[in-house]
Nanobody, 120 residues
Framework: QVQLVESGGGLVQAGGSLRLSCAAS????????MGWYRQTPGKQRELVAI???????NYADSVKGRFTISRDNAKNTVYLQLDSLKPEDTAVYYC??????????????WGQGTQVTVSS
């Protein structure tokens, strides 16, 4: 019913920048919170940043001051600007959205993941 499609990952040197995008489509009535998570092999998926429908944001301590989350409600899209990247930011980044469908059922949806690799 709802699809999240991510783009923007890649390989970058330490200190560099990337911008991730995630567009939601399908039978959407409204989108509540949207966020980005990341996961490395053998570790649990962790929250990176989240933005509410009203624009309030929250960040993991490890990315505060370096990453910026934003959203375009008209496009059902969430962005993550990654600046001052460090090798420890290397992970698969997943988009998440809490979506109310046209049948007024709310569920969490996930993107397919996009690889971010930061070389030292």
């Amino acid at each position: 019913q709802v699809q999240l499609v991510e783009s923007g990952g890649g390989l970058v040197q330490a200190g560099g920048s990337l911008r991730l995008s995630c567009a939601a489509s399908g039978l959407i009535f409204s989108i509540n919170a949207m966020g980005w998570y990341r996961q490395t092999p053998g570790k649990q998926r962790e929250l990176v940043a989240i933005v509410t429908s009203k624009g309030s944001t929250n960040y993991a301590d490890s990315v505060k001051g370096r990453f910026t989350i934003s959203r375009d409600n008209a496009k059902n899209t969430v962005y993550l600007q990654l600046d001052s990247l460090k090798p420890e930011d290397t992970a698969v980044y997943y988009c998440n959205a809490n979506v109310a469908t046209i049948s007024f059922q709310s569920s969490d949806y996930w993107g397919q993941g996009t690889q971010v690799t930061v070389s030292s």
